[in-house]
């Protein structure tokens, strides 16, 4: 199956992402933490995309869909995407790339959003999320590595990446509409309460299918 995942920073899209990934068995693309690997590898890539991400702005869509598409061939046979298409003509290349069976787009209360990311720790080397509330270590569950932040998990970025995701980004959830393959899933609740409407409504498309 291949399967967009959409929603605002803070919906909880990488925690859902790594549950999906393990129950359906799927790849996890994210453009995120891809450009993030070549920012630390310091490739090209990661230079130019280094002064967008800081400033909570997008990097250029060329850059990203480039990277993407080698992603995509090492996935013909299904994929999990997080963070791509985040510009209507980034959803038109995708159209072009590849075609997504459904998108799942986690809406959330914006209120609960720049809490959630500026108590955000991530793993370096899974990439798991964790919070600062619910995780009183800063040690990785799954592989003993020492959690960090974000470098754009700040009050301020946050605010322009909400800002940047409901200019830009919303208007993609309008298309897929027209396209009548998007299901709005409840991102408020817990996590397991929140996979389980997922879980819900993966099943239902494909028994529609
Ligand atoms: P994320 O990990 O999905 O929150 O993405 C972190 C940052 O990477 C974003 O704020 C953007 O600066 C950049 N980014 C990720 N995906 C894309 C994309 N599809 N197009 C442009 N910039 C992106």
Redesign the pocket.
């Given at each position: 199956m291949k399967i967009g995942l959409f929603g605002p920073?803070g919906a909880g899209?990488?925690t859902q992402a790594e549950k999906i990934s393990t129950k359906y068995g799927l790849p996890h693309i994210?453009?995120?933490?891809?450009?993030?690997k070549n920012i630390e590898e310091k490739t090209q890539v990661g230079l130019v995309?280094l002064e967008?991400?800081e400033?909570?702005?997008?990097?250029?869509?060329d850059?990203?869909?480039q990277m993407?598409a080698e992603e995509l061939k090492k996935c013909p046979d299904g994929f999990l995407l997080?963070?791509?298409?985040?510009?209507l003509a980034?959803a038109q290349t995708l159209e072009g790339l590849t075609k997504l069976d459904i998108v799942l787009n986690i809406e959330i209360d914006p209120e609960l959003v720049v809490d959630r990311i500026v108590n955000r720790m991530v793993c370096p080397v899974c990439g798991k999320n964790y919070s600062k509330r619910l995780h009183s270590s800063d040690i990785c569950d799954n592989d003993g590595a020492k959690l960090t932040c974000?470098s754009?998990d700040t009050e301020e970025?946050v605010k322009e990446?909400l800002e940047?995701y409901e200019k830009q980004t919303m208007p993609i959830i309008a298309y897929y509409k027209a396209k009548g393959n998007i299901v709005d899933i409840d991102g408020n609740g817990n996590v397991d309460e929140v996979f389980a409407r997922i879980e819900k409504a993966l099943y239902d498309h494909d028994k529609n299918r």
């Open positions: 920073p899209k990488g994210s453009t995120g933490a891809l450009l993030r995309a967008f991400i400033r909570g702005k997008l990097a250029p869509d850059v990203v869909t993407l997080d963070g791509y298409p985040r510009t980034q974000r754009d970025i990446r940047v």
